[in-house]
């Protein structure tokens, strides 16, 4: 099998599909991985050492011509549907998520450069409306509409060429979900051309915080029945394209045993051997909003342990493990607070077999995981270990949807506290937990991580029903001919203000220094 795969960047390779390319180079496939993000070949290579490149190969995946008109017209229909969905009111416990597409979507519909007037003023309008307010109705009658007009947007001859070049068996695209993502263009490319295509779901959070799929493909990838249910109820994609396989990018963790002792790993930190230590996982600056705000939490819970009542807690080691590209701790001196360090020095994510082995041991030894919302909670999790969590406000935990999957209520394993206190009675109690609380996790666990089995690895699965993809047969899709021909004229009208617009910018310059020196016009006051 030949397959096409075009990813965003190297860290979804490395961090996510590593596995599953192996698996598929390891069973006599080949690959071309085709990167959508402009990145330094140097950093692409040295990032891909580890992969077996007997049956790899890599390049850059072509987009659109900048000259192209439907290149706007395309981003303007995506990004209205991006809009649309957070209109809805499932999110309006969600105003952070809401806020962040409004202001980086509207702000950039109302200054891009080169689109047509008429279709800017628009979607500017129906824009703010959607951003006013929640209105499920409307959110349902606009993704509609945009899904009519995506499908009369013709597909780019660029990306035709390059599929034909590469004639693969199958197409793979990750991870589609970027405000106005321009990744549905090798989706659809593939579906013309007659190649079954896949849209792959990166991760936990995919399908609720980003922007939608806007292509139903012949299969979606997810990891479990909740994140399926998110692809149908959310998405509007058709239940018999999504496929669950599991996590693959969890696998490691499961067979992965410590590299070092307890004793050797602790003494190398700088935590006092003879004590437990508790691990706090850093989030994403996105989580956290403010990274003082974290700093200032995790320096709050550290005083509230030394000032516990329970012994344990008082002696206890903080082991904070920063956000790969944090670099807000490294001026702050977690050892005068006695027994807490920061670590690793270098942080960075764990993807060498090093980087991987240190991150396991942290999680390994720790007699519990404290973190706000991050994916490293479920690596505890599947590792065995308690994990806790304070909601507070400024960190807004449950306006995040993904995060819901966590809680008990959900079938979640985290044990959550409205206060410090609250969590630090909660984080003694876990010390002593029994069978109960690893039974939870396990549950948990198996349904979200390994739905098709708790022995069987997610990666073969994966390989598995790719391979499947392959031999599916893919159903051509129709458009709108009267929809085609007025997105043509927008798209004309683009194209035509792409190219006059250098032309026209020295002539207005001459003229306005030509009726300058005629004294027609006087400069800013602030012009000598």
Same mark, same amino acid.
Request: aromatic share 8%; with cysteine.
């Given at each position: 099998m030949k397959l096409l795969f075009f990813v965003r960047e190297l860290p979804y390779v490395q961090r996510i599909y590593a596995p599953l390319l192996d698996e598929l180079i390891d069973r006599g496939h080949t690959v071309h991985l085709a990167f959508t993000k402009k990145t330094r070949w140097d950093r692409i290579e040295r990032g891909l050492a580890g992969i077996d490149r007997q049956g790899l190969t890599l390049g850059y995946a072509p987009h659109r011509r900048h000259a192209d008109g439907w290149r706007r017209v395309a981003w303007l229909v995506r990004s209205v549907a991006d809009l649309a969905r957070y209109a809805h009111p499932r999110y309006d416990g969600a105003p952070t998520l809401r806020r962040r597409v409004t202001e980086k979507v509207l702000h950039r519909i109302e200054t891009g450069r080169y689109l047509e007037p008429i279709g800017r003023c628009l979607a500017l309008h129906i824009g703010r409306r959607l951003a006013s307010a929640t209105d499920a109705a409307y959110s349902a009658r606009v993704i509609r509409g945009a899904a009519r007009l995506e499908q009369a947007v013709p597909t780019s001859p660029e990306i035709d060429a390059f599929i034909r070049t590469h004639a693969p068996d199958a197409v793979m695209v990750t991870p589609v979900v970027k405000y106005g993502s321009d990744e549905v263009e090798y989706l659809k490319s593939a579906r013309a051309l007659g190649v079954p295509a896949a849209t792959a779901v990166a991760s936990w959070d995919n399908l609720t915080n980003k922007g939608l799929l806007k292509f139903d493909p012949e299969r979606v990838f997810v990891w479990n029945e909740a994140q399926r249910r998110e692809a149908i109820d959310l998405h509007g994609i058709d239940p018999d394209h999504v496929v669950a396989t599991g996590g693959q990018l969890f696998d490691k963790w499961f067979e992965r045993r410590p590299s070092r002792s307890r004793d050797e790993f602790m003494t190398e930190v700088g935590l006092d051997p003879n004590q437990l230590y508790v691990l706090y996982l850093c989030s994403s600056p996105f989580v956290v909003r403010k990274p003082q705000a974290e700093i200032d939490f995790v320096l709050r819970l550290l005083q509230g342990m030394r000032e516990s009542d329970d012994e344990r807690l008082k002696r206890a080691g903080l082991l904070v493990r920063p956000y790969p590209r944090g670099s807000q701790w490294r001026k702050i001196d977690l050892a005068s607070h006695g027994n807490a360090v920061r670590w690793p020095p270098k942080h960075?994510?764990? #993807?060498?077999?090093? =980087?991987?082995?240190? &991150?396991?041991?942290?999680?390994?030894?720790?007699? =519990?995981?404290?973190?706000?919302?991050? #994916?490293?909670?479920?690596?505890?999790?599947?590792?065995? !270990? $308690?994990?806790?969590?304070? @909601?507070? $406000? !400024?960190?807004?935990?449950?306006?995040? @949807?993904?995060?819901?999957?966590?809680?008990?209520?959900?079938?979640? &394993?985290?044990?959550?506290?409205?206060?410090?206190?609250?969590? @630090?009675?909660?984080?003694?109690?876990?010390?002593?937990?029994? /069978? /109960?609380?690893?039974?939870?996790?396990?549950?948990?666990?198996?349904?979200?991580?390994?739905?098709?089995? @708790?022995?069987?690895? =997610? #990666?073969?699965?994966?390989?598995?029903?790719?391979?499947?993809?392959?031999? #599916?047969?893919?159903?051509?899709?129709?458009?709108? $001919?009267l929809l085609r021909a007025l997105l043509t004229l927008e798209a004309a009208a683009c194209t035509a203000l792409i190219v006059a617009t250098p032309l026209v910018r020295p002539l207005r310059l001459r003229l306005v220094g030509a009726a300058r020196s005629r004294g027609l016009m006087t400069p800013p006051a602030n012009v000598r």
């Amino acid at each position: 099998m030949k397959l096409l795969f075009f990813v965003r960047e190297l860290p979804y390779v490395q961090r996510i599909y590593a596995p599953l390319l192996d698996e598929l180079i390891d069973r006599g496939h080949t690959v071309h991985l085709a990167f959508t993000k402009k990145t330094r070949w140097d950093r692409i290579e040295r990032g891909l050492a580890g992969i077996d490149r007997q049956g790899l190969t890599l390049g850059y995946a072509p987009h659109r011509r900048h000259a192209d008109g439907w290149r706007r017209v395309a981003w303007l229909v995506r990004s209205v549907a991006d809009l649309a969905r957070y209109a809805h009111p499932r999110y309006d416990g969600a105003p952070t998520l809401r806020r962040r597409v409004t202001e980086k979507v509207l702000h950039r519909i109302e200054t891009g450069r080169y689109l047509e007037p008429i279709g800017r003023c628009l979607a500017l309008h129906i824009g703010r409306r959607l951003a006013s307010a929640t209105d499920a109705a409307y959110s349902a009658r606009v993704i509609r509409g945009a899904a009519r007009l995506e499908q009369a947007v013709p597909t780019s001859p660029e990306i035709d060429a390059f599929i034909r070049t590469h004639a693969p068996d199958a197409v793979m695209v990750t991870p589609v979900v970027k405000y106005g993502s321009d990744e549905v263009e090798y989706l659809k490319s593939a579906r013309a051309l007659g190649v079954p295509a896949a849209t792959a779901v990166a991760s936990w959070d995919n399908l609720t915080n980003k922007g939608l799929l806007k292509f139903d493909p012949e299969r979606v990838f997810v990891w479990n029945e909740a994140q399926r249910r998110e692809a149908i109820d959310l998405h509007g994609i058709d239940p018999d394209h999504v496929v669950a396989t599991g996590g693959q990018l969890f696998d490691k963790w499961f067979e992965r045993r410590p590299s070092r002792s307890r004793d050797e790993f602790m003494t190398e930190v700088g935590l006092d051997p003879n004590q437990l230590y508790v691990l706090y996982l850093c989030s994403s600056p996105f989580v956290v909003r403010k990274p003082q705000a974290e700093i200032d939490f995790v320096l709050r819970l550290l005083q509230g342990m030394r000032e516990s009542d329970d012994e344990r807690l008082k002696r206890a080691g903080l082991l904070v493990r920063p956000y790969p590209r944090g670099s807000q701790w490294r001026k702050i001196d977690l050892a005068s607070h006695g027994n807490a360090v920061r670590w690793p020095p270098k942080h960075a994510y764990a #993807t060498t077999e090093q =980087a991987i082995a240190d &991150f396991y041991d942290s999680i390994a030894h720790s007699a =519990a995981v404290v973190g706000i919302n991050t #994916t490293a909670m479920i690596e505890a999790a599947i590792v065995g !270990k $308690p994990v806790l969590t304070i @909601l507070e $406000p !400024k960190f807004a935990q449950e306006g995040t @949807l993904h995060f819901h999957h966590l809680l008990e209520e959900n079938g979640g &394993f985290l044990h959550t506290a409205s206060s410090l206190e609250e969590h @630090l009675g909660r984080l003694a109690r876990v010390l002593d937990e029994g /069978e /109960e609380g690893a039974e939870r996790r396990r549950r948990f666990v198996e349904s979200f991580v390994r739905p098709r089995g @708790l022995d069987r690895p =997610a #990666t073969p699965i994966f390989a598995d029903e790719v391979e499947e993809l392959a031999r #599916t047969r893919v159903q051509p899709t129709s458009h709108s $001919p009267l929809l085609r021909a007025l997105l043509t004229l927008e798209a004309a009208a683009c194209t035509a203000l792409i190219v006059a617009t250098p032309l026209v910018r020295p002539l207005r310059l001459r003229l306005v220094g030509a009726a300058r020196s005629r004294g027609l016009m006087t400069p800013p006051a602030n012009v000598r």
